[in-house]
């Protein structure tokens, strides 16, 4: 086995997203403060920071506020656009009808709030981090924890790269390197490989609800000027998920900057019909009057897909561990009716980063930062999650439209200081499907190829590559399966919750079928990872650089 090298830091952070980008500069900020030396190293598995970010975004500022003041009077991305206008539309097949916002808790609105591309804050981020001395290593995934003979975590590994699929080695072999560190902050976003770990070995989630995801689905499109409206926010409920029974979902508009409209869909993971497809029901989204007239003229320019967390506060695990921490999504501190994640992975990775700042300080290192969970406990974050906790469970459990009036309800009393005596419970999204013959077939229309597409052609306009010669990253605990168990009792349902294409079944007609893995067409939004009924498939790393790049999402 060819030795690795190691480099030693202070802190290393996995993920240059809002979370690890914010925890490397407030590190480095205190450390300015107090004249000490502090190393902090940020791996990021994209080819470029802000290549795997996909959002959409309407970012509400108070986590930037805190980390850098004076944000606004610099050429950060996030003031070109504030929100001017919001809106909720409740959409049945050909009509919308805008629910008032007296419906709604003023902590729901979007005053003070601003649209852009998440992707773009993140790379002005970086260059922030860059200035103050972080070092930013993209194109380098962690593959590995490390662990010292105490069991604590004391850094992780890179990947190898140039490894043939077969696990031979190719010319232009590299081992991987390792990073050691007296604190490992995870900052992987949503289903993390090595999030995934840490929180199974150490147990972190014994008193936690499970996590619960939704699958967002993302277009860029540059649209007719006279239809741009810069600032206008719209979330849309109700059609098209209404028709399928044990769906639920909603959809987004954003007018940025520069003409453009991010429009999306978000079908929450718990649906239990195996027949339905989370892209076609995007596709068919779009063909809404309101939203078809909209796009009249547009082109489409760039496409992808992401889970998010959608457990709230009850499925937040245990945030530390010895050695690191878990920040930003990585935990889950999305506001799921706020539809608002990235403050709370700024507020998050800062309490983190001043935990580990004390700790360093005070010579310790491998150990546990239980200054962070307390911090979290007394902050506003938690209180904002609070209020929403019921919110999702209430809507799954009601339906889509009673659900969301109880869900009102439910806020409202608690915005007033009335609590509600319970916190609901959530159930794991991979055992929610039925079986196909309890259910009927959905029929998607053929896409026309200008309002509505087809996964490939969509999956081109992510930029999506990956060595094709290189270890499949998307791995089965058992290959007999998908074959022996999801086809015959679920119709092959990868096959469809899979917004990129990447599994299909060949060969059933003939009564000789095989389950293909198309890997290189992987957009890494881990929905495979989190709706497999037997949780059979498991994501991990591909070779560093590979995915999707998003130029401007």
């Known amino acids: 086995m060819t030795e690795r090298e190691s480099m030693p ?9 809002p979370a690890g980008l914010s925890a490397a500069i407030r590190l480095k900020q205190l450390a300015g403060e107090q004249g000490r030396e502090l190393s902090v190293c940020v791996l990021e598995k994209g080819s470029e920071v802000g290549a795997h970010i996909l959002s959409g975004a309407v970012i509400d500022p108070s986590g930037l506020d805190k980390l850098i003041p004076d944000w606004r009077d610099t050429d950060c991305p996030l003031a070109e656009t504030p929100v001017t206008q919001n809106h909720h539309w409740v959409l049945t097949r050909r009509k ?3 629910l008032p916002h007296l419906w709604t808790p003023p902590f729901l609105r979007n005053k003070g709030t601003y649209t852009c591309s998440l992707g773009n804050l993140c790379r002005w981020l970086a260059g922030r981090a860059e200035a103050l001395g972080v070092e930013i290593f993209p194109g380098f995934a962690a593959a590995e924890i490390l662990f010292d003979e105490q069991g604590r975590v004391k850094g992780v590994a890179t990947g190898d790269m140039g490894v043939a699929r077969d696990g031979t080695h190719k010319p232009d072999y590299t081992p991987g390197l390792e990073i050691h560190a007296k604190y490992t902050f995870f900052a992987e976003g949503v289903r993390g490989h090595l999030t995934k770990e840490v929180i199974r070995t150490f147990d972190l989630a014994a008193d936690a609800q499970p996590q619960v ?6 277009e860029l499109w540059d649209i007719d000027p006279a239809k741009h409206e810069p600032g206008k926010v719209v979330h849309t409920q109700g059609w098209p998920l209404t028709e399928t029974e044990g769906s639920n979902g909603g959809g987004w508009i954003y007018h940025q900057a520069n003409g453009q409209v991010s429009l999306g869909f978000v079908t929450w993971l ?8 989370p892209f076609h029901e995007m596709q068919r989204w779009k063909t809404h009057p309101a939203i078809a007239d909209l796009l009249a003229g547009a082109k489409r320019v760039s496409y992808g897909a992401r889970a998010i967390n959608d457990g709230g506060l009850q499925s937040i695990p245990k945030l530390v561990f010895p050695g690191g921490a878990l920040i930003g999504c990585s935990a889950g501190f999305l506001n799921v009716p706020r539809i608002k994640g990235t403050h709370g992975a700024m507020l998050s990775a800062m309490m ?20 962070y969970p307390t911090a979290f406990e ?16 209430l809507v799954k459990k009601f339906g889509d439209f009673v659900g969301s009036g109880i869900a009102g309800i439910a806020m409202w009393t608690e915005h007033l200081g ?29 896409p026309d190829g200008k309002l509505t597409f087809d996964r490939l052609s969509s999956v081109f306009l992510s930029n999506t590559n990956h060595e094709e010669d290189q270890p499949v990253h998307l791995t089965l605990r058992d290959p007999d399966i998908p074959v022996a168990y999801n086809l015959p009792m679920y119709d092959g349902p990868s096959q469809r919750y899979c917004p990129a294409g990447v599994y299909e079944f060949v060969g059933v007609e003939e009564g000789n079928p095989k389950f293909v893995i198309n890997a ?12 497999d009924p037997l949780q059979n498939i498991n994501w991990v790393v591909p070779e560093g650089g590979g995915g999707p790049n998003y130029p401007n999402m």
């Open 378 to 393: 007394r902050s506003d974050l938690k209180k904002e999650l609070s209020v929403v906790r019921n919110v999702v469970p």
């Open 520 to 531: 290189q067409n992987c957009v890494h939004c881990k929905t495979c990872d989190i709706k």
């Open 96 to 98: 919308k009808f805008n």
């Open 352 to 371: 983190a980063a001043e935990a580990a700042f004390e700790a360093i300080g005070a010579e310790r290192e491998h150990d546990e930062l239980t200054a």
């Open 9 to 17: 830091y202070d802190v290393v952070i996995v993920g240059a997203g």
């Open 213 to 218: 995801y939704g699958l967002g689905i993302k």
């Open 270 to 277: 718990n649906y239990s019909n195996p027949h339905l497809s």
């Open 418 to 446: 009335i609590r509600w005596p319970l916190t609901m419970h959530h159930h794991p999204d991979n055992e929610s499907l039925w079986r196909k013959d309890l259910v009927a077939p959905i029929d998607y229309p053929k």
